[in-house]
């Protein structure tokens, strides 16, 4: 093959420009984001004569994601001399826009679903269902895929959801009637003298609203442990248990707190490597799981291994995943690693 100059100089040109990007997003992700840009910076000071977006692309996106108006806007006139097109449009970091117009769905990150047989490890679970309480937005708490608990994690549990309650926190909880049932079972079942089951039942009469069924069970406690049982407490108006009564007599499914979408939103990196664990969650009744990364400011280098280690396994399990709205950099870093490999990555539109 014969190659003239302008062709040989294209492809040297595409070259640099992917080692460009490839070390820009590895820095990004390892949080080195001034040296990100200054990579992508330079690779567009020197190359005058390319007409390669994706460089440019990634420092739009980089500006925007860290608030950077001025350099943005700069970088824009640049492109409009080089390119003879408009540039991209300011709107500020993401969390910003996603705040303004919250026209996309987002998943379960802010709940936290227990499910099957509830042990010790969930009590990472249970520290997490506080946190998320005492923030502005509250939380979710799934109980319908849940089928049993151990009596050690029943008192964690059920000292929570009394924290939670009595601190007048926002609770929305699904399946808690059904998840009471469960826990009664076990008391009938043999399991009388564990006073953190009753405890935990208690709490899921109180969640639920079924005041009747609270006053038996403090009948039977009294007569099993020959102590006064608790009383019963009025629900504060700002406890919210929406979806915790499941109506009786239909076949009425309870309402999910699932949405269409699962969203991870900020940071994913080590401190917050729980939202894997809600993602397969989320996932285990779809067989396709569309992952909404708007929100998504950058995954860290580390946690993106962790990732692909969670998407390699809802493959196994069949899953179909697609990735939508993962900024430049984030997009980018997935290249690198791989993970297109184990997921559609759906392109963000140009703005």
């Known amino acids: 093959m014969e190659f003239d100059d302008l062709s040989f100089d294209t492809i040297v040109a595409n070259a640099e420009s992917h080692s460009a990007i490839e070390e820009a997003a590895i820095l990004y992700a390892n949080e080195r984001i001034t040296e990100a840009i200054a ?22 996106d980089l500006y ?5 108006k001025q350099p943005f806007e700069e970088l824009s006139m640049d492109f409009v001399v080089r390119f ?27 709940s936290v679903q227990l499910k099957g047989q509830i042990g010790s490890a969930q009590a990472a679970d249970f520290e997490r269902m506080l946190k ?24 964690q549990f059920a000292a929570a959801l009394q924290s939670m309650r009595r601190s007048e926190q926002s609770i929305v909880v699904a399946g808690a009637n059904a998840f009471a049932q469960i826990v009664k079972d076990l008391l009938v079942e043999g399991a ?5 089951l009753w405890a935990l039942l208690f709490e899921l009469y109180q969640l639920s609203g079924q005041q009747d069924a609270f006053e038996d069970a403090a009948v039977d406690y009294a007569v099993t442990f020959e102590l006064s049982p608790p009383s019963w407490e009025a629900m504060p ?24 979408s699962f969203g991870i939103e900020g940071v994913l990196a080590s401190g917050t ?28 280098f ?13 493959n196994q399990k069949g899953k179909q995943v697609s990735i939508n709205g993962a900024n430049e950099m984030v997009h980018a870093l997935f290249d690198v690693m791989g993970v297109t490999e184990y997921a559609t990555v759906i392109p963000r539109k140009q703005r």
């Not at 910076?41 to 005058?48: D, Q, T």
């Open 64 to 68: 925007q994601v860290q608030n950077l």
């Open 39 to 60: 990579t992508l910076l330079g690779f567009i000071k020197e190359n005058n004569e390319s007409r390669e977006l994706p460089p440019w692309m990634l420092l739009f």
């Open 302 to 314: 580390v946690t993106v291994g962790a990732f692909i280690n969670t998407l390699i396994a809802l």
């Open 273 to 300: 490597d729980y939202k894997l664990r809600d993602l397969e969650r989320y996932a285990d009744t779809r067989t396709e799981v569309l992952i909404d990364m708007t929100t998504t400011t950058r995954v860290d």
């Open 84 to 110: 003879e097109r408009s540039a991209p449009t300011w709107e500020g970091p993401p969390q910003a826009a996603s705040v303004a117009t919250k026209t996309v769905p987002r998943g379960i990150a802010s």
């Open 132 to 155: 998320l309480a005492a923030s502005e937005s509250g939380v979710k708490l799934d109980l319908m895929h849940a089928t049993g608990i151990d009596a050690e994690p029943a008192a």
């Open 192 to 196: 009388q003298q564990e006073k953190s």
């Open 237 to 260: 108006e700002s406890v919210q248990t929406t979806g915790a009564i499941e109506p009786e007599d239909t076949d009425e499914p309870e309402a999910s707190l699932e949405a269409d």
